[in-house]
Structure formats: C-alpha cells, structure tokens
Nanobody, 117 residues
C-alpha cells in the first residue's frame, strides 16, 4: 500500500473555496486512478471526483461545475479545488489512489470540511 497524507480541510463560509491536497509517500504506477470521496454523518461514502492516468475525469453530479480535480505527477499529488461551497458539502473528505493492476488501493486518513456561516 501507498501512504497518503491529506491537507487543506477546514471551516469555510457558504460560497467560499478550499483546495485539498493529497501526497503519496512514493511514486505510483503509471496506470492508476486518483480520487476524492466524502462521507457525511449518517450517510454512505460517495465519490466526489476521480482522475485516471489517461486523463479521464468523473464527477459527482453535485460537484460538477464547482469542483476540479487535478494532479501533479512530479510531486505524486492529487488536488481538489472546491469553489462555491455549500452547506451540504460538509463532510470528511478522503483521497484514494488505486493502481489499475490491483497492486494497491490506498486511502488517506480523511480531512474535515465544514461549510457554515
């Protein structure tokens, strides 16, 4: 497994922005999918955004148009830019790196995002 370290969570007002980052402890295989998931109290963990090594993206309907996922291969990081945040975006956010070979499926520890006035 690859160790992942997340940062960037915090408290923000509705309409504000946050940028989450997740760094891997080592280089990862070239064929992979990086993603961000979130889980609110009493709810199932859901996919927010994903980015595959071939450049394909997948966003939750609720995130599309507001969130942008990106990577920095040199730094082994994946980022999530979150704009126009809503109260319903409040959740613990987890990053995930998955090798398409099945060699690993790693999760970060989670970072709290709270949207409140």
């Amino acid at each position: 497994q690859v160790q992942l370290v997340e940062s960037g969570g915090g408290l923000v007002q509705p309409g504000g922005s946050l940028r989450l980052s997740c760094a891997a402890s080592r280089s990862i295989p070239s064929l992979n999918v990086m993603g961000w998931y979130r889980q609110a109290p009493g709810k199932q963990r859901e996919l927010v955004a994903a980015l595959s090594s071939d450049g394909r993206t997948n966003y939750a309907v609720s995130a599309k148009g507001r969130f942008t996922i990106s990577r920095d291969n040199a730094k082994n990081t994946v980022n999530l830019q979150m704009n126009s945040l809503k109260v319903e975006d409040t959740a613990v956010y987890y990053c995930n790196f998955r090798a398409l070979s099945g060699a690993y499926d790693s999760w970060g520890q989670g970072t709290q995002v709270t949207v409140s006035s």
